[in-house]
């Protein structure tokens, strides 16, 4: 109270000079000039601590003052402007004042981004990103996409790779909005994806290379929901991304970041079968070979029926791989091309290798069981007993197949129940020279290796 009396003081004394008498809001200035400047300064103080205290009503005619009088005097005009509106809004019961009311909010976010909106830490694009979070919680259903797309549409075009991170969420919030209104919207809604996910890509790289954790973990996490929204959008069918992309590669043909964050984009939606990205692939290899524009061009040998040049390709990739857990896969794809060719001991000796590099993948425990089963038969090809005992041992890879990876555990156990029936029977163990219950046995062959007789 002593200083609302000492600036009505400063306030009166001023009021002499009334003629000099300005408000900021006119002369552009923080605070206005003569009685008007007092009167500011007044009415921030008095605000203040009232909005500090949660009592937005009292807040609210001494706030109002400053915010139509002097808009530039202080972020706090905007800082607490939000929370007291925002307290208007929840407390209106009439549909129609509400409404108005939400016009207020986000005039005083507009009205924070003239006169604040150059800040270094909490500019436009943080201001706007607010903005849109707030529009989404009150208008709910009724929140108009096309208006929200145009604010954090513009606000990228802005500031391009530094919009602040939820501006970058909420923009392709509202594109997916449109895109559901909207079929005809898709190709506008793939554009948009690729542009903020490369903001994200950026922005990931930079928080990495300050070591910034908790920057790190929040693009994390943002940038998986916007990958996972476009997966499940609908918009990402391989045929509607060839017949979009088809030409636009052979227009980009030597753009490599161009080529690189379309073959990217293709495989993260699994559209790696389609010529887009075999195009795409092989352009890129040309200007500067990659792990993953090899991996392109071993998937088009692989549908061209060329296993060799697949397996040269693919061998290539994992050279330059540098993901121990791409690389794994890799590697089990050069298995199932050897699998499929009959070689059988190249097949395994990739699969080992796989599983260097992953050693908690259960795929390659499953193919070399199921090799082993189906050569059963050419190990053993004039003794049927022991034939069947080579069962043993592709139960043993599916039984480690599903001890090391759980999310194999139900094709190990089909592959387990099958082949376990046809074990040789006891009479049969009994009457053979070779075999003994518990017994440990050397599979001959390819296979050579141990296993126990059941």
Known sequence: MKIRVLLL???????????????????????????????????ISLFIPYAKAGNFKD???FWKI??????????????????????????????????????KLMAVYDQRVKYFGDDSRYGKDWIVSRKAQDYIQYMGDKADVKVLYGWLGEVITEFKEKTEALAVSYCMYSSHQQLLKDPNFKEQYIQDYLKCSAIFD?????????????????????????????????????????????????ANKTDLNYLKETISLLRRVRCQEIDAYFAASGYAHKIEPTAESAMGLGKQAVKNKDFDTAVKFFEESARMETDPNVKSDIYYMIALISFDQNSYSKARQYCMKALDMKPNNGAPYLLIGKMYAATAKSVYPNDGV????????????????????????????????????HFPSTEEIFMHPDLEKGQTITIGGWIGEQTRVR
Do not use: H
């Not at 009088?69 to 925002?86: N, Q």
């Not at 922005?203 to 290379?209: E, M, P, R």
């Not at 190990?412 to 082949?419: H, K, P, Q």
């Open 9 to 43: 003081a400063i306030g009166c004394s001023i009021g002499a000079f009334g003629v000099y008498a300005q408000k900021g809001v006119d002369t552009g200035t923080q605070f206005g000039s003569g009685a008007d400047s007092a009167r500011c300064v007044e009415n």
């Open 202 to 250: 950026t922005q990931l790289a930079a928080a990495k290379a300050a070591g910034n954790e908790k920057e790190i973990g929040n693009l994390t996490t943002m940038k998986a929901g916007l990958d996972n929204g476009f997966a499940n959008s609908g918009a990402a069918d391989c045929e509607t991304l060839q017949n979009m992309f088809a030409a636009k590669i052979e």
């Open 66 to 103: 400053t915010y139509d009088e002097c808009p530039a005097a202080t972020k706090d005009i905007y800082l607490y402007g939000v929370r007291i509106v925002g307290w208007q809004i929840e407390n209106e019961k009439d549909p129609a004042k509400k409404a108005a009311l939400i016009d």
């Open 386 to 421: 022991l034939a069947r005992a080579v069962y043993y041992a592709a139960v043993d890879k599916f039984e480690k197949a599903r001890q090391v990876d759980p999310s194999c555990a139900d094709e190990a156990n089909s592959l387990i129940g099958s082949y376990r029936a």
């Open 59 to 61: 807040a609210y005619e």
